[in-house]
């Protein structure tokens, strides 16, 4: 059989954060390759690059040079609404802070990517209710943020991330901010949605969870070891 064609292609990737401080090479010419259905663990020390990595597979940032194409799409000068509509239809998020809206209840934090992509409510709300099913906090459905558990909250992130059906999903140490039992449920989640043939990169510190991984890329001062 032939290789499927990646689904992620980076070539020669830099991203230089100039801001206002001291200018920061944050990629120093990344070339990276992710086939459909890879999980693939990213690893490196602290400040080596790893989110900002995921940010630009993500497309959260555009690169300062080197290009990248998603899902066939080349967004390597992709202006910024571009950028978010890709972003949108192509990629779900997980964070270590779940990064969950505090006033919207889970039900409705599900569905915010929903509401960006323009879906009627009712549609919203069945998807919603059918992606926290499949985690199994429906019985969390009207609860808000605060009235979760860490690991209830993680649940309600992932559920967000999956509901548009990404062709991506990217964690960034989904399992930093959860004690170890919870952590391994999260991981167990991880497992079976690459069992689905969902593409999954993780950032992690912790090479037990990688192990979940198909891959290890390691990434040191901006460039992949
Ligand atoms: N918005 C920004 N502006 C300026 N510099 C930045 C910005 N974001 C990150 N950096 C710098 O870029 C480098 C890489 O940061 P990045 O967040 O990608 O590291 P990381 O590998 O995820 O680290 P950690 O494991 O601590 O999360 C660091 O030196 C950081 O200080
Ligand atoms: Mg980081």
Request: hydrophobic share 40%; aromatic share 4%.
């Amino acid at each position: 059989m032939p290789e499927p064609s990646p689904l992620l292609v980076l070539r020669d990737a830099a991203k230089l954060y100039a801001g206002v401080g001291v200018p920061v090479h944050a990629l120093r010419g990344v070339t990276l390759d992710i086939l459909p259905g890879e999980f693939v663990a990213i690893m490196g020390p602290s400040g080596s690059g790893k989110s900002t990595l995921l940010s630009v597979l993500g497309c959260l940032t555009t690169l300062s040079s080197g290009s990248y194409v998603l899902d066939g799409e080349d967004v390597s000068t992709a202006s910024r609404n571009r950028l978010a509509d890709v972003r949108n239809r192509k990629v779900g998020f997980v964070f270590q802070q779940f990064n969950l809206l505090p006033r919207l209840d889970a039900t409705a934090n599900v569905e915010v990517p929903l509401v960006y992509a323009g879906v009627p409510p009712a549609d919203r709300r069945r998807r919603s209710l059918a992606a926290l099913e499949g985690l199994g906090m429906a019985h969390r459905a009207r609860h808000l943020p605060n009235e979760l558990s860490g690991g209830e909250q993680q649940r309600v992130a992932i559920a967000r991330a999956l509901c548009g059906e990404p062709r991506v999903l990217l964690a960034d140490e989904p399992t930093g901010n959860l004690d170890s039992q919870v952590g391994a449920d999260v991981m167990s989640i991880f497992d079976g949605l690459r069992a689905r043939g969902v593409t999954i990169l993780m950032v992690t510190h912790d090479e037990e969870k990688a192990r979940h991984a198909d891959r290890i890329v390691r990434v040191r001062d901006g460039v992949l070891e």
